[in-house]
C-alpha cells in the first residue's frame, strides 16, 4: 500500500517535467486556453482519457505514445468489512492494476497489464486491443459519432483448488489450462454534444472458460458512461452496467449465497495542463470487465462501495514519421 501511494505522488509531481499529451490542446480547450489555428471541422475528442471509472471510452493514443497507469480500488467505506475500523477502506485495497498501452498504428492500441483481482479469482493478466474505426468531427452531420472496439484475452496464475468438495462453489477449480482463461468483447459508440455532454454505450459480451456448475459462461451486458464539465478544471463522470443473466444461473448463485448487483460509479475529473486525474466511487471491486461484470456483489445500498483513483502518464517512444 505505502508503495503505491508513494507511486501515485511520484507521478502526480512529474506534472511540472516535459512531456507531449496527445490530450494537451484539448486540455487547454477545456482550461479556457486559446489556441490560433483551430480547423473549421475538426475531430471531436468525446474524452480525454482511454478510461472512465470502469468503462473503457473510445479514445486511443496516438501512434508512438507510451502510456503507464495505475488504478487503485480500495476497500469497501461502509458495510460489514468497512467503517471506522478499516479507516473506511483505505486499510484494504480490492483490486490493483499496472497497466501498460502503447500506439502501434493509427487509431490501433495493444495494452499489457497485470491485476491483483478481487474476490475468488485474481492474479490476472491481461493482453489486450483497441482499435477506433470511425470518428466524430465537429460541426459535421456525416460523422456524428466515435466508434472503437476493445478485445482482450485474460489468464490467472493463481494456485488452483484442488479441493474435491468445493468443485461445485469454487470458481478457480482449474482442471486445465484454458479453465484460467476469459474473453470480453466490447464496442464504443459516443458522442460529443457541443463543448457540454459526452455520452457513450458499451455493449460488452463476456465469456468466461470456467464457471461453477449452473452458471453461464457468456454474459452480455450493457453499460453506459457520461461526463459532464461542472466548473473550469471539474468535471463529473459516471459510468453504470447492466449485465443480462439468466434465471436459471442468478438462482444457482443465490442457493450458494451470492448476490450479484449492477456496477454504477461516478467521480470527479480533475484536469491540468497534460495530465488527467480521475478520483471516484464505485460498487465495483474489481477492475477488469472480465470480473467486474459477471461477479460484482457489492451493494451500493449497503454502503459496498469504495474510492478510488486512476493516473496516467504518457511518454513518447517512436515518432510517426507520416505526421508532422
Known amino acids: ?51 472512465l471509472i470502469n468503462a473503457n471510452t473510445v479514445e486511443v493514443l496516438p501512434r508512438g505514445y507510451l502510456e503507464f497507469k495505475v488504478v487503485h480500488n480500495f476497500g469497501d467505506i461502509g458495510g460489514t468489512y468497512g467503517g471506522i475500523k478499516n479507516a473506511f477502506g483505505l486499510d484494504n485495497s480490492t483490486d490493483i492494476k499496472i497497466a501498460f498501452t502503447v500506439g502501434l498504428a493509427k487509431n490501433f492500441n495493444l495494452m499489457i497489464s497485470r491485476n491483483k483481482g478481487a474476490g475468488a479469482v485474481n492474479q490476472l493478466w491481461e493482453l ?58 466490447q464496442l464504443m459508440i459516443a458522442r460529443k454534444f457541443g463543448n457540454i455532454i459526452s455520452l457513450q454505450l458499451n455493449p460488452t459480451l463476456v465469456h468466461t472458460n470456467y464457471v461453477v456448475p449452473g452458471d453461464q459462461k457468456s454474459v452480455f451486458a450493457l453499460g453506459g458512461a457520461v461526463r459532464v464539465p461542472i466548473y473550469k ?47 471516484n466511487f464505485t460498487n465495483a471491486g474489481s477492475i477488469l470487465e472480465n470480473r467486474f461484470i459477471p461477479r460484482t456483489t457489492q451493494s451500493w445500498g449497503k454502503s459496498e462501495f469504495r474510492w478510488g483513483f486512476t493516473v496516467a502518464r504518457n511518454f513518447i517512444v517512436f515518432k510517426d514519421k507520416k505526421k508532422k
Not at 161 to 179: G, L, P, Q, R, V
Not at 235 to 256: E, P, T
Open 233 to 279: 478544471k471539474f468535471v463529473f463522470i459516471a459510468d453504470y452496467f447492466h449485465a443480462f443473466r439468466s434465471q436459471s444461473s442468478i438462482n444457482i448463485l443465490k442457493g450458494q449465497n451470492v448476490f450479484l448487483h449492477d456496477v454504477f460509479g461516478v467521480g470527479l475529473e480533475l484536469l491540468t495542463l497534460g495530465h488527467v486525474f480521475h478520483v
Open 1 to 51: 500500500m505505502r508503495k503505491l501511494l508513494f507511486l501515485f505522488f511520484i507521478l502526480l509531481s512529474m506534472d511540472s517535467m516535459a512531456q507531449v499529451d496527445s490530450s494537451s490542446n484539448s486540455l487547454m480547450n477545456e482550461l479556457d486556453i486559446k489556441t490560433t489555428t483551430a480547423p473549421v471541422n475538426k475531430p471531436a475528442q468525446v474524452f480525454l482519457s482511454q478510461r
Open 128 to 185: 489486450a486491443l483497441k482499435y477506433k474505426f470511425l470518428q466524430q468531427v465537429e460541426k459535421d452531420p456525416s460523422h456524428p459519432v466515435s466508434l472503437a472496439v476493445f478485445v482482450n484475452g485474460v489468464i490467472s496464475s493463481q494456485t488452483a483448488d484442488t479441493n474435491a468438495n468445493t468443485i461445485n462453489t469454487s470458481e478457480k477449480h482449474y482442471n486445465n489450462f484454458s479453465d484460467r482463461q476469459s474473453q470480453v468483447m
